[in-house]
C-alpha cells in the first residue's frame, strides 16, 4: 500500500464505545480510501458515504478473532449506498494489499491484518 498519499481520516465516524489501536490505522485508512471511490453527492459535494466503525478492541468476538490481537476492525455494511457493494470492495482489495483479509459478515465488513 502506497502510505504516502494524504488520508481524511476525519471522514470516519467512529462511536465512542469502539476501541481502536495504531495498529489499526491502517486498516482505516483503506476502508476511507476505498469508499472514497464512491464520489460525492453531486448537490452537496459531500462525501456519499462515511463509513461506520462499529467495533476493534471491544465487543464479543469469536475465540482466537484478530480482534483480541488488536489486529481487526469492524465497519457497519447495512448503510452502504445501494450497488455500492463491489465497487467499495474491488477498491478496498487493491489498498489493503496481501497484507490483510476482509469478509462481509452478516450486517458489517471485517477486516483483519494477517497472522
Ligand atoms: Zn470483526
Known amino acids: 500500500m502506497d502510505t504516502t498519499r494524504p488520508v ?8 465512542t464505545v469502539v476501541i ?3 495498529e489499526n490505522a491502517t486498516i482505516i485508512n483503506a476502508m476511507v480510501r476505498s469508499v472514497m471511490a464512491l464520489g460525492n453527492c453531486p ?3 459531500a462525501p456519499t458515504y462515511i463509513p461506520c ?3 476493534g478492541l471491544d465487543g ?3 475465540a482466537g478473532s484478530r ?14 449506498p445501494l450497488g455500492s457493494r463491489d465497487t467499495v470492495l474491488r477498491a478496498l482489495a487493491g489498498e489493503l494489499g496481501n497484507d490483510f483479509t476482509y469478509r462481509i459478515e452478516s450486517d458489517h465488513l471485517h477486516i483483519e491484518r494477517r497472522a
Open 8 to 15: 481524511r481520516l476525519k471522514l470516519t465516524h467512529v462511536p
Open 43 to 45: 448537490m452537496c459535494k
Open 53 to 55: 466503525l462499529t467495533s
Open 67 to 80: 480482534h483480541y490481537a488488536n489486529a481487526a476492525l469492524d465497519f457497519r455494511s447495512s448503510d452502504w
Open 20 to 22: 481502536i489501536t495504531p
Open 60 to 62: 464479543i468476538h469469536s
